[in-house]
């Protein structure tokens, strides 16, 4: 696909040359900071995109398992199972029944108290195994989120669900109400004093309030601005470049480099983060839950990215002097101009509009390259989907470039090497 202008390479200047690396480095150095603000901005602090990030965790058996265990606990914690059935059977002792009745009876103490236990459990189990649960999960979102927010704006009067050492916890609350029902249903009228007293399930940690703090500060400020500035900064060098292809290649390229070790930062934090919190306050199947469904879209926008810089960067360098890739363009250059010749004879000849298109054909494809890119920004988090759909559009649009243009007389193979980035 011939892109060819008549640009001739301007002459070296090292000032534009130091500039354009200043701009694309402090850019690349910029990107990853950014997109880890955009995600805490989109994930985080947003209440319905928190609640949405860890609501699936409810589906998980592993967190499903761990939650039940700890309101068993708690209820454990809060209620004597002995001394309740003890009241029952000590009356029972009181009667003045026959020996063997009275035996009897005390041999089954043990057993009682081991039945109402089971039978709490097996509330709590079927509680979190149920529709309903993933109901109550998303209120103790919800609610967690609130107060864990209004911690970081420092309103007062709040439930410090993000403590002092910069726990983040998940309020279990509506869950516990909802076991109390259960269980008073069954009969178990001691649940009624059950009270869940801020018990909490810690989800995420930083190493002090202040500095959770300043993060939340950062994202709700930078995670907005800081990825349109990286970008601004990445294209501002690549203009000042004395050779622009150059530059957008050594830019795509870093950009897939910063993005790949990003990933793999990521990866690295996931297993420092489980073994940090296992087993105590939660398993590693538990912990490994958590941190993939809170860096899911993240890691996901990463790796989106990094495809999209190796692919610009291909597309860069078939544009350039290679000799592959100016076979390629001779292959397709010839191609289009037979199609072209097809056209003209069978009266789909273009004619001024041809000659416009083939005039401007350049900046029309930087037109749509910089909207196709400003779409993206503003469709994050960026993905797959969206990336794919931006090359099949840029595709089709290069097709139809191809098809439409009428130049005054169609290059010969040789000359399809040029492109519309001074080299």
Do not use: C
Not at 51 to 64: G, H, K, N, R
């Amino acid at each position: 696909m011939d892109t060819s202008t008549s640009d001739t390479p301007r002459p070296t200047s090292y000032v534009r040359m130091a500039v354009s690396f200043l701009l694309i480095t402090i850019a690349l150095l910029l990107a990853p900071i950014a997109a880890i603000g955009t995600w805490a901005r989109v994930e985080l602090v947003d209440g319905d995109s928190f609640v949405s990030t860890f609501a699936p965790l409810a589906e998980d058996p592993a967190v499903q398992d761990f939650v039940a265990g700890q309101i068993t606990d708690e209820i454990d914690k809060q209620v004597n199972f002995d001394q309740a059935v003890g009241q029952l059977f000590d009356e029972l002792a009181a009667a003045n029944l026959p020996p063997r009745p009275t035996a009897a009876i005390a041999a089954l103490r043990g057993p009682a108290v081991a039945g109402i236990q089971s039978i709490v459990a097996s509330t709590v189990q079927r509680l979190v195994a149920s529709d309903q649960f993933a109901q109550l999960w998303e209120s103790s979102l919800r609610l967690s989120h609130q107060q864990a927010i209004a911690v970081l704006k420092d309103q007062p009067g709040t439930v410090l669900d993000l403590s002092k050492d910069g726990t983040l916890s998940v309020q279990l609350e509506p869950l516990f109400d909802a076991v109390k029902t259960r269980l008073v249903q069954r009969g178990l009228t001691f649940a009624d004093r059950i009270e869940p007293k801020n018990r909490t399930i810690t989800i995420a940690h930083a190493d002090s309030l202040a500095l959770a703090r300043t993060t939340y500060q950062v994202a709700v400020i930078a995670g907005f601005w800081l990825p349109w500035v990286a970008l601004a900064l990445l294209v501002a060098g690549i203009l000042v470049a004395n050779r622009r292809r150059r530059a957008l290649l050594f830019a795509s390229i870093g950009v897939v480099i910063v993005f790949v070790l990003l990933s793999l930062g990521i990866w690295v934090g996931g297993n420092i983060f489980t073994y940090s919190v296992s087993p105590d306050p939660m398993p590693s199947s538990v912990a490994e839950a958590v941190f993939g469904e809170v860096t899911a879209a993240m890691t996901s926008t990463i790796r989106a990215i990094a495809v999209l810089g190796l692919l610009i960067a291909v597309v860069v360098w078939f544009g350039g002097p290679a000799r592959p890739a100016v076979a390629v363009r001779s292959v397709a250059n010839s191609g289009f101009s037979s199609l072209r010749s097809a056209l003209d004879r069978n009266g789909g000849d273009t004619g001024r509009f041809g000659t416009f298109v083939d005039h401007y054909r350049a900046v029309i494809w930087w037109i749509a390259a910089i909207l196709g890119t400003l779409a993206l920004m503003a469709s994050r988090p960026v993905t797959f989907s969206a990336i794919g759909w931006l090359i099949v559009g840029l595709v089709v649009l290069g097709i139809a470039v191809e098809l439409l243009r009428r130049p005054a007389a169609d290059p010969p193979a040789t000359e399809a090497s040029a492109t519309p980035l001074s080299e």
